[in-house]
């Protein structure tokens, strides 16, 4: 999970919110040693790109996405069709696997593979072993130390906020995201399909609604912009889009709340249609030798699956709790899931609702 923020742009092609805005022409002599990678923005350190296209004569041509909504639309748009690799969360994964969106690599080209693992066994549980895992990390609250009297530690800061903080608030548009934290907030799973602790949520965000600066992707650069700003005091985001912020704005801080939040995970899987089988394994390959993935999960500011590659990492980044939580924060944390059609149905019904009660 991740926003483009500040450092997106440059050569790549970026598609955002279904809109193009650059777009670099290919010839049809080029397509055999090039690749299309849809992911999120500003995902990848680039200079591991440059080694991997210096190293195989080869190019990655990127498709920027702004929500897993925009996404799949774009998914749905080109028939999946067009993409060789295509970055998921956990949830999105087995939605993909299920409709047959995806490939399966041949892992006997990929030898690096055995250098991966996921520290927090529940963050991989949903979908097959079809995709790669790329990094992983935490949903909690980012806040500018500077602009509250207090610490932000607990949900329940957010959702019944002093009045400092009123106004002051951005939240995500998800469902899952805010109505599963509502939930923490209130003792509840981020999951929950109980009738009585979804009202309770629906009625705590609805009390909230006034309250906020309003609902937003977290992957936009101008959401990005108001903590940085100081137009807003705190935000729904995740741990490694907030150290980001944190290099514009050292006010910033990131908390994993004392009742939890959520475990994420991000995968690279196998276009089902690729144009460009080989190079992909190749660069899943090169992506996971140890010195490229420890440059780029600093690049990043996130966690690696890959265990060789953390011997390369510097100690300060290993010991930080935001990119490496400690084992009771993550227990008390819960992975997404897949969420049934009936109960995702309430949860989009809720938040509908909060964002007119907050126009």
Known sequence: MNSAFFRAGGRHLVLCAGVLLSLPQAHADDRASE?????????????????????????????????????????????????????????????????????????????????????????GSHGSDLCVPYTWGTTGIAYRTDLVSEPVTRWQQLFEPAEELQGKILMSEAGTEVVGMALKALGYSMASSDPDELEQARQLLNKQAPLIAGYAPVAVDSAAAKLVTGEVSAVLTYSGDALMLKEFQPNIEYVLPEEGGAIWADFICLGAQPENAELAHRFIDFLNRPEQSARNSLYIYSATPNVDAEALLPADFLTDPVIYPDRASLDKSEHYRVIPPRIARIYNNIMQEVQQLSE
Do not use: C, K, M
């Open 35 to 123: 690749l299309t990678f849809l992911t999120w923005g500003d995902y990848i350190d680039e200079g591991v790109v440059a080694d991997f296209e210096a190293e195989f004569n080869a190019s990655i041509r990127f498709v920027h996405f702004e929500s897993d909504a925009a996404r799949h639309e774009l998914l749905t748009i080109s028939g999946v069709q067009g993409y060789d690799l295509i970055l998921v969360d956990s949830v999105s994964r087995a939605l993909y696997q299920h409709l047959g969106w995806i490939g399966e690599f041949d892992r006997q080209q990929i030898p690096n593979l055995g250098r991966l693992r996921l520290p927090a066994p529940s963050v």
